[in-house]
């Protein structure tokens, strides 16, 4: 059963910092690309962040040079830094499986003074 477990979320002051993590199982993580995507209330999701099998890697311009997505394929995970966060990144954040076509359920992160 592919399954994505997402964690690291929670309440940061503008400014600070975060990192997901997003841990796969069910199927052969190194060979997939794996996506970060995000929702606001009332807002479509979209996509923050990608790495491919090469770890190529891709950012959507509101976060370049504030986030950093990496991977480990020893430890079947994929991790989201973020940095210098602003109240507009105020979401749910998901990961996805390129490969599979599935999504983790998903973590808050919640950016308030």
């Known amino acids: 059963q592919v399954q994505l477990v997402e964690s690291g979320g929670g309440l940061v002051q503008p400014g600070g910092s975060l990192k997901l993590s997003c841990v796969a199982s069910g199927f052969i993580f190194s060979a997939s690309d794996m996506n970060w995507y995000r929702q606001a209330p009332g807002k479509q999701r979209e996509l923050v962040a990608l790495?491919?099998?090469?770890?190529?890697?891709h950012y959507v311009d509101s976060v370049k040079g504030r986030f950093t997505i990496s991977r480990d394929n020893a430890k079947d995970t994929v991790y989201l830094q973020m940095n210098s966060l602003k109240t507009e990144d105020t979401a749910v954040y998901y990961c996805?499986?390129?490969?599979?076509?599935?999504w983790g359920q998903g973590t808050q992160v919640t950016v308030s003074s």
């Open positions: 996805y499986t390129v490969l599979r076509g599935v």
């Open positions: 790495i491919t099998r090469g770890r190529s890697t």
